[in-house]
């Protein structure tokens, strides 16, 4: 571990030591300047934030070659994925429940949430298939925001932010990769006078996978534990984005069907017909005006799609269907009162008019529910600035569901900024996940399971110190410690007394960690940055370690500009073990991705090499329950050509 540290830490001085002779009025001035508004729902710069923020750019998306969003947070400090060969998961801060559909981080399409009202779940894969040249930059605010949010908005907030359009923009690409991974994307915008544009975007693929051996299966009655052209996925998805001076229309629609390759469930091994579905979709319309000088209104109405199906052969196929309908408005008045003092106010109302659970047999439906609800919040949200070097924010949500009853969350944030290159924040907050349809309504009497209307909304308490430092014109270190702790955490449980599984609160857990990262950027291209985190999740009844959770996590990457228009990329991920479901370990891992960019061949193309595992080294991830491996095998070593027209 020791040598871990050293070898990452010598690796990015060396790279800032070399570069410190050079030109450093640098783009990391950009950086620290671009506003963001997920953090208060009112645009804000990230010494500003109440909480350690994180902006992506589409900058680094490019040069490193990121294709999905999962691609992007797998780089971001205190972030790790889990992927079982169907979904891909997302943890942080050491927190990251198997199988839990990252239903207790709420993703954003900008500033629209994405989470789904069935399972509460997000999706970061090909899932959620987003042309990821359409994106201008994406948004990481770490922490408790139920108070903004409501549920879900438990241990973060990604906000995906598509481009503004400032000029026309005609993009298309094309990519082929290992495993007969073939992709093709377009982005086009348009600007027409000063008030209206335009934009639309969309991506397509098809990959058939590779062949996968599981010796969990290795007997002759389950194909030695081979599974055959069960690795294929089947993606596309539309984002349409267009605006009239003041009113602005958003549009998303995805579709993904998935072979799962693992025989989870206890399916049949090898059998082709195991597939899931997943569909969503959304429109949006909003009403966003500065009235006065220093009054801003905003409104919104909006409506929400998904959709999923799985095909599960056991002895007898065995199918399940969601489909989930809702539509909601929201209003926000924002107020600068005086000049220290920022007043904002928001309701937002939301009706699940259908989210329909279907389970069925070939000749017996096992399962068959409606379960529409409602939700009603209240927030406000108060920020004062009692002299220039502090500034105060105090909030609170009501939030009323028609099912579950009343759920109140609060914040507080004391910013202090002892010099003009430092600043200091000590951050409060609380926030909870209501349970969701699936957790508090799903029963099959024969197959043994029961729902339950006695279960109560998870909550975190979340105390964080965090210090952000313009070292020089061209770094910036950032560190922080946080304590939280969960409670009423659901997972699924059997229980004794109806001889039945379901949902139960079960109990707490407790995460404590720090983090800090170096970020360097000049403005010849160069840019690299270094995290480090320590995360220590353990149950508070037994002080046991808790599963799925890496204690360590190394983070870095560079982007060398070789000559004009040319750069080269690497990021590296280092990784200690984690426990499983099933009490064993996987092992400690290196991850290293490479990628060159080649820009404005000839004005018109630019092209990219991407080398994924580059080491090829094999390593695991933490499955669910469901599975009976402890842990699934990740890619080995795999390559991306990226062809992109800009016209």
């Given amino acids: 571990m020791k040598k871990i540290i050293s070898g990452l830490s010598i690796l ?39 909480a350690a923020a994180t902006i992506i750019t589409s900058r680094e998306i490019e040069a490193y ?10 780089s971001v400090r205190g972030f790790y994925l889990s992927d079982d060969r169907n979904y891909t998961y997302l943890g942080v801060r050491g927190f990251s429940r198997p199988t839990d559909y990252i239903n207790r981080i709420l993703f954003l399409l900008n500033g629209h949430t994405i989470n789904e009202v069935i399972y509460g779940s997000a999706f970061i894969g090909n899932d959620f298939a987003i042309d990821i040249n359409s994106v201008e930059r994406i948004e990481i605010v770490r922490g408790p925001s139920s108070v903004l949010y409501g549920t879900s908005a438990m241990l973060a907030i990604v906000n995906i932010v598509t481009k503004e359009i400032k000029e026309d923009i005609n993009i298309v690409s094309g990519s082929i990769g290992s495993y007969n991974n073939y992709q093709a994307t377009f982005t086009l915008g348009k600007k027409f006078g000063t008030d209206v544009s335009i934009l639309f975007s969309g991506k397509a693929g098809d990959i058939k996978g590779q062949t996968l051996f599981y010796e969990e299966y290795n007997t002759d009655s389950t194909n030695n534990g081979i599974a055959e052209n069960l690795d294929w996925e089947k993606f596309f998805g539309f984002n349409l984005q267009a605006k009239y001076d003041k009113v602005s229309l958003n549009g998303f629609f995805s579709s993904r069907k998935k072979a799962v390759p693992t025989a989870a469930y206890e399916t049949v091994f090898n059998d082709p017909s195991t597939f899931t579905l997943d569909r969503i979709g959304l429109l949006d319309i909003k009403y966003d005006n500065r009235i006065t000088a220093d009054k801003n209104i905003m409104a919104r109405v909006f409506y929400d799609y998904t959709f999923y199906r799985g095909d599960w052969p056991f002895e007898l196929v065995q199918k399940d269907k969601v489909n989930g309908i809702s539509y909601g408005v929201e209003t926000q008045f924002i107020w600068d009162a005086v000049e220290n003092y920022r007043l904002v106010t928001g309701l937002e109302y939301r009706k699940i008019i259908k989210a329909e659970y279907l389970n069925w047999g070939e000749s017996t439906e096992y399962f068959n529910g ?39 969350t609060p914040r507080v944030s004391v910013i202090y900024y002892p010099f003009n290159t430092s600043t200091v924040k000590l951050l409060y907050g609380q926030a909870y996940r209501a349970p969701n349809v699936y957790e508090y309504n799903f029963m099959d009497p024969v197959g043994g399971f ?27 270190a ?21 001889s039945a599984y379901r949902f139960e609160n079960t109990g707490r857990i407790k995460v404590q960690g720090a983090e800090i990262q170096f970020d360097y950027r000049l403005q010849n291209g160069f840019t690299s940055y270094f995290s480090y985190s320590l995360q220590k999740a353990k149950d508070n009844e037994d002080n046991s370690d808790v599963s799925n959770s890496p204690r360590h996590l190394f983070k870095f990457g560079v982007v060398l500009p070789v000559i004009t228009n040319l750069s080269v990329a690497t990021n590296i991920n280092y990784e200690t073990e984690r426990l499983t479901v099933y009490n064993t370990r996987t092992k400690n891992f290196l991850l290293v991705n490479a990628n060159l960019h080649l820009s404005k061949i000839a004005n018109l193309f630019d092209v990219s090499a991407e080398v994924n595992n580059l080491l090829n080294i094999t390593y695991k991830h933490p499955g669910g329950y469901e599975h009976l491996q402890p842990a699934i095998t990740q890619n080995g070593r795999n390559f991306d050509f990226t062809l992109r027209m800009n016209f």
């Fill in 12 to 50: 990015f001085f060396s790279c800032v030591a070399s570069l410190f002779s050079q030109e450093s009025i640098d783009d990391l001035e950009d950086l620290l300047s671009v506003k963001i508004s997920s953090a208060a729902k009112y645009w804000q710069t990230i010494n500003e934030a109440p």
């Fill in 450 to 476: 029961l729902g339950n209307d006695d279960l109560k909304a998870e909550k975190i308490n979340n105390i964080e110190l965090c210090w952000e430092e313009r070292v020089s014109k061209s770094l910036f």
């Fill in 478 to 498: 950032t560190i922080s410690l946080y304590n939280f702790q969960m409670s009423d955490i659901i997972e699924q449980e059997f229980n004794t007394a109806d």
């Fill in 370 to 408: 409606n379960f529409p609800y409602s939700v009603f919040g209240v927030f406000l949200n108060n920020e004062y600035q009692p002299v220039e070097a502090i500034r105060l924010n105090l909030g609170l949500r009501l939030d009323n569901y028609s099912n579950i009853g009343t759920m109140v």
């Fill in 65 to 74: 070659g990121y294709k999905t969003i999962s691609d992007v947070l797998n």
